[in-house]
């Protein structure tokens, strides 16, 4: 799996393309403001329903719940291609605009989503799957990536973060489906019942990850861990394992800077000491400073969980992150 190769400095946020700058003047296309995007109401259509995702994360969530109703495409489905600064083609930003429905993950991940929605796509109904957090998060959210609300444990560590990567927490890819059944129903009204059916048979799918990561949670409660950088928050709070990762460390990889020295050797000890159970480990993100990370973890003899952002090929949401929670209950039996 190739590599996602992140840009230096800060978050990007996503050029829309050609045909922006042919429908709006250049300030209005140029602006790096986060910007909230409201749906636009669904009405009834005429023909074929076309479902546009971001992602095949989200791509797979809106098949689950449209079923042979609707085409679905997924914009970004190459593992070495970024949401957060992915670039959309006047392609992708016509797709998005004549779309029936767009899902999208929001909190900033695929800006690029929101540019064109507020540029092109005004008139497009859309599902936000950040913006639902709050229906199974404890904590307030914003729909900002660079605003985290948390609270700090006298350990020094995070707790309880908004995190912008929430297809990690399986309730909200739950609540995803049965937003986008709702829009569905209201594009395709004859259809409503099955969309609605289809989404209950997914919530009901997702059990069998909120099953391990209970399982998890009761076996292991607050056992330390470690990731390169915070996608897989959710996974880890709902299993309710203790982050020991430095902030400074998964930030720096995160945004493509290189992270401190001090950051790197404290991270590193967390490994030599024993002082962690597992690495969580994004595979689409490698450099020299997150394979170095990775060998020190395997030679202390400390499990390596490799977690990805898109979905790999074959395989569904369900599948995946199911699969994804059995790696960590697994790692974590092996580190015991």
């Known amino acids: 799996m190739s590599p996602i190769s992140r840009p230096s400095g800060t978050k990007l946020t996503a050029l829309v393309g050609l045909t922006c700058a042919a429908a709006l003047t250049l300030s209005a296309c140029s602006s790096t403001e986060t910007a909230s995007t409201e749906s636009a ?10 479902i546009v995702a971001s992602t095949n994360v989200w791509g797979s969530v809106a098949e689950a719940v449209a079923g042979n109703l609707a085409t679905v495409t997924s914009i970004i ?16 930003a016509a797709s998005v605009a004549e779309a029936s429905l767009v899902v999208y993950n929001g ?36 729909s900002s990536s660079d605003t985290e609300a948390h609270t700090t444990s006298e350990d020094g560590h995070a707790h309880g973060e908004v995190n912008e990567h929430v297809w990690y927490n399986a309730e909200v890819a739950a609540h995803t489906a049965e937003e986008i059944a709702d829009k569905l129903g209201q594009l395709d009204p004859s259809n409503a019942a099955q969309y609605t059916a289809n989404a209950e048979t997914f919530h009901e799918q997702v059990h069998a990850i909120t099953d391990v990561t209970d399982q998890i949670a009761a076996d292991f409660p607050g056992a330390p861990v470690a990731q390169t950088e915070p996608i897989a928050h959710y996974l880890l709070e709902e299993s309710d394992l203790d982050d020991r990762t430095p902030e400074d460390f998964k930030d720096s990889i995160e945004e493509g800077n290189d992270p401190s020295p001090a950051s790197i050797a404290a991270t590193r000890d967390l ?13 689409q993100t490698e450099d020299a400073v997150t394979q170095d990370i990775r060998s020190t973890s395997e030679a202390a003899g400390i499990p390596v969980v490799e977690v990805t952002e898109t979905l790999p090929a074959g395989m569904t949401y369900i599948e995946w992150q199911t699969k994804a929670a059995k790696d960590l209950q697994a790692a974590l039996t092996t580190g015991s």
Do not use: C
């Open 77 to 92: 489905s190459d593992p070495s291609a970024d949401p957060h600064s992915y670039e959309a083609s006047p392609a992708d």
């Open 271 to 283: 490994f030599t000491s024993k002082s962690v159970r597992a690495l969580v480990y994004n595979i």
């Open 41 to 50: 109401p669904a009405t009834p259509v005429d023909g074929p329903i076309t």
């Open 107 to 142: 909190g900033g991940y695929d800006q690029f989503i929101e540019d064109i929605l507020d540029s092109e796509g005004k008139n497009v109904p859309s599902v936000d799957a950040f913006s639902l957090l709050d229906e199974s998060h404890d904590h307030d959210s914003e």
